[in-house]
């Protein structure tokens, strides 16, 4: 057993869920990536590119370093390495990454509008907003250096323009659990808009509430 197994197999357990749930967009593709970070090593454990997940083992997780230079794996890692790597840099309380093209919330990236604050759970677990990212070519700097410039926001969900979403935790359970619950709040909202009549939002009061609950230690 490899000192890394414990890790990677938690990165393939939330990986093959959220691909059995369709959260990658088509059950059958490889779009996506999951990783975690393993805090007291400064590694990244990513999942890696263009494989099937239900086809995915352990041997396929990667190990890249802060420099992003692999470590271990049999497979490249996921293109999306930089955008992971600039989520930890920039925001030091996290330690899961999920990057997903689930439905809903796709919705919100096509039609350029963030989602707001819904309910107090969400708000609780995600944050006042769901903000969008500008659009960026998959896998390049440019996408990376967008997502890096909204993450000031201390968030734990967004939305990426005409790709999909990109959500946040403290640990990777954490931040599963939020990819769920941003799909719950993007469908809400979608057929909530879609009845044409006037919407409430959480107030203010709850948002600055649940503001100080979520702040970093
Ligand atoms: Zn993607």
Redesign the pocket.
């Known amino acids: 057993m490899g000192q890394y197994d414990t890790y990677k197999t938690r990165v393939l357990t939330c990986a093959r869920w959220l691909s059995e749930n369709g959260y990658f967009g088509c059950r059958l593709s490889s779009?996506?990536n999951v990783s975690l970070k393993i805090k007291e090593a400064d590694l990244i454990i990513i999942t890696p590119t263009n494989k099937p997940y239900h086809d995915m083992t352990i041997a396929d997780i990667c190990v890249v370093d802060r420099h992003l230079k692999q470590v271990e794996g049999c497979l490249p890692p996921s293109i999306?390495m930089g955008m992971h790597a600039a989520v930890y840099e920039k925001r030091p309380e996290i330690s899961g990454v999920i990057?997903t093209?689930q439905d809903f919330a796709s919705i919100f990236s096509i039609i350029n509008q963030p989602i707001p604050a819904l309910f107090d759970e969400i708000v609780l677990s995600l944050g006042e907003i769901t903000d969008i990212v500008p659009y960026a070519l998959?896998g390049t700097d440019e996408l990376a250096k967008n997502v890096s410039l909204k993450l000031g926001n201390h968030c734990h969900s967004y939305i990426l323009q005409n790709?999909?979403a990109l959500v946040l935790g403290v640990d990777i359970e954490t931040t599963l659990k939020n990819t769920e619950m941003l799909e719950k709040s993007a469908k809400v909202y979608y057929y909530a808009l879609t009845t044409g009549k006037p919407l409430t939002f959480t107030p203010q009061s709850s948002i600055d509430h649940f503001k100080r609950l979520r702040s970093p230690k």
């Open positions: 779009g996506g999306e990057h093209h998959s790709h999909g």
